[in-house]
Protein backbone atom coordinates (compact mmCIF):
# COMPACT_ATOMS: atom_id res chain seq x y z
CA UNK A 1 0.00 0.00 0.00
CA UNK A 2 1.16 3.28 -0.48
CA UNK A 3 0.58 6.85 1.49
CA UNK A 4 0.45 10.12 0.57
CA UNK A 5 1.25 11.16 4.63
CA UNK A 6 4.15 9.89 6.24
CA UNK A 7 4.53 9.72 10.15
CA UNK A 8 6.64 13.00 11.55
CA UNK A 9 10.28 10.61 12.22
CA UNK A 10 11.74 13.75 13.45
CA UNK A 11 9.67 14.32 16.72
CA UNK A 12 11.26 14.27 20.07
CA UNK A 13 8.68 12.15 21.89
CA UNK A 14 7.77 9.73 18.85
CA UNK A 15 10.98 9.90 16.81
CA UNK A 16 12.68 7.00 18.29
CA UNK A 17 9.34 5.15 17.78
CA UNK A 18 9.18 5.19 14.25
CA UNK A 19 13.19 4.95 14.38
CA UNK A 20 12.91 1.66 16.02
CA UNK A 21 10.19 0.26 13.84
CA UNK A 22 12.89 0.83 10.30
CA UNK A 23 14.98 -1.36 12.62
CA UNK A 24 12.32 -3.63 12.96
CA UNK A 25 11.89 -3.32 16.48
CA UNK A 26 8.66 -2.59 18.42
CA UNK A 27 9.49 -0.04 21.36
CA UNK A 28 7.08 1.96 23.79
CA UNK A 29 7.81 4.33 27.17
CA UNK A 30 8.13 3.73 30.44
CA UNK A 31 8.39 5.67 33.74
CA UNK A 32 10.87 4.18 35.94
CA UNK A 33 9.86 5.71 38.68
CA UNK A 34 6.23 4.41 38.99
CA UNK A 35 6.28 1.16 35.98
CA UNK A 36 3.38 2.43 34.06
CA UNK A 37 3.78 2.90 30.38
CA UNK A 38 3.47 5.91 28.57
CA UNK A 39 1.04 6.16 25.52
CA UNK A 40 1.38 7.84 23.82
CA UNK A 41 5.18 8.54 24.39
CA UNK A 42 6.03 11.22 26.16
CA UNK A 43 9.22 12.18 28.36
CA UNK A 44 7.12 13.09 31.23
CA UNK A 45 5.06 10.72 33.33
CA UNK A 46 1.25 11.54 33.01
CA UNK A 47 0.94 8.66 36.18
CA UNK A 48 2.79 10.18 38.85
CA UNK A 49 4.51 13.34 37.47
CA UNK A 50 7.70 11.77 36.90
CA UNK A 51 10.63 12.44 33.94
CA UNK A 52 12.51 9.63 34.52
CA UNK A 53 11.09 7.71 31.55
CA UNK A 54 13.21 5.33 28.70
CA UNK A 55 12.31 3.36 26.07
CA UNK A 56 11.49 -0.03 26.08
CA UNK A 57 11.75 -2.83 23.62
CA UNK A 58 8.57 -5.21 23.03
CA UNK A 59 8.25 -8.74 22.22
CA UNK A 60 5.90 -7.61 19.49
CA UNK A 61 3.19 -9.98 21.06
CA UNK A 62 -0.15 -8.27 22.66
CA UNK A 63 -4.16 -9.16 22.08
CA UNK A 64 -6.36 -8.02 20.07
CA UNK A 65 -8.51 -5.20 21.75
CA UNK A 66 -10.98 -4.03 19.31
CA UNK A 67 -11.01 -3.58 15.53
CA UNK A 68 -13.59 -2.29 12.77
CA UNK A 69 -13.56 -3.08 8.99
CA UNK A 70 -13.79 0.33 6.73
CA UNK A 71 -15.85 -1.01 3.59
CA UNK A 72 -16.69 3.07 2.10
CA UNK A 73 -13.36 4.07 -0.18
CA UNK A 74 -12.88 8.01 1.13
CA UNK A 75 -9.14 8.33 -0.33
CA UNK A 76 -7.78 6.97 -3.42
CA UNK A 77 -4.43 5.24 -1.21
CA UNK A 78 -6.78 3.58 0.87
CA UNK A 79 -8.47 1.05 -1.31
CA UNK A 80 -11.45 -1.04 0.49
CA UNK A 81 -12.09 -3.10 2.65
CA UNK A 82 -9.28 -2.69 5.44
CA UNK A 83 -9.40 -3.72 9.11
CA UNK A 84 -8.09 -1.16 11.98
CA UNK A 85 -7.07 -2.95 14.72
CA UNK A 86 -6.21 -1.84 18.66
CA UNK A 87 -3.98 -4.47 20.12
CA UNK A 88 -3.08 -4.52 23.73
CA UNK A 89 0.69 -5.28 24.35
CA UNK A 90 1.81 -8.30 26.78
CA UNK A 91 4.12 -6.19 28.44
CA UNK A 92 1.67 -3.47 29.18
CA UNK A 93 -2.74 -2.77 29.61
CA UNK A 94 -1.09 0.63 29.18
CA UNK A 95 -0.34 0.37 25.54
CA UNK A 96 -2.71 0.08 22.57
CA UNK A 97 -1.49 0.28 19.13
CA UNK A 98 -3.30 0.43 16.04
CA UNK A 99 -2.29 -1.04 12.75
CA UNK A 100 -4.04 -2.16 9.52
CA UNK A 101 -5.01 -5.38 7.89
CA UNK A 102 -6.17 -5.82 4.29
CA UNK A 103 -9.74 -6.99 3.71
CA UNK A 104 -12.42 -8.06 6.19
CA UNK A 105 -10.76 -11.14 8.17
CA UNK A 106 -12.66 -12.85 10.98
CA UNK A 107 -11.54 -11.66 14.18
CA UNK A 108 -12.22 -12.28 17.78
CA UNK A 109 -11.74 -9.68 20.90
CA UNK A 110 -8.90 -10.84 22.72
CA UNK A 111 -7.46 -12.99 19.83
CA UNK A 112 -3.25 -13.40 20.03
CA UNK A 113 -1.84 -10.84 17.32
CA UNK A 114 1.76 -10.14 16.19
CA UNK A 115 3.57 -7.35 14.67
CA UNK A 116 5.45 -7.12 11.39
CA UNK A 117 6.72 -4.02 9.84
CA UNK A 118 5.37 -2.18 6.83
CA UNK A 119 8.46 -0.54 4.63
CA UNK A 120 6.83 3.23 3.50
CA UNK A 121 10.41 3.67 1.87
CA UNK A 122 14.25 3.58 3.11
CA UNK A 123 13.95 4.89 6.01
CA UNK A 124 10.25 4.66 7.29
CA UNK A 125 8.55 1.46 8.48
CA UNK A 126 5.12 1.23 10.49
CA UNK A 127 4.20 -1.45 13.00
CA UNK A 128 1.08 -3.67 11.73
CA UNK A 129 -0.72 -5.92 13.17
CA UNK A 130 -1.71 -9.67 11.99
CA UNK A 131 -3.30 -12.55 13.97
CA UNK A 132 -0.99 -15.12 15.16
CA UNK A 133 0.62 -17.45 12.74
CA UNK A 134 -0.56 -15.95 9.70
CA UNK A 135 1.18 -14.83 7.02
CA UNK A 136 1.63 -11.16 5.90
Not at 21 to 47: I, K, M, S, Y
Not at 107 to 127: I, R, S, Y
Request: contains cysteine.
Amino acid sequence: MSYSIQPNTEDRETGPFFAAAAEGRLVFRVCNDCGHATQPPTEHCPWCGGWNTEWRQAQGRGRLHTWTTVTHQIHPDYPTPFTLVVVELDETPDVRLMGRLDGAPVLTAGQPMEVWFEKLNDDVALPQWRPLGRPV
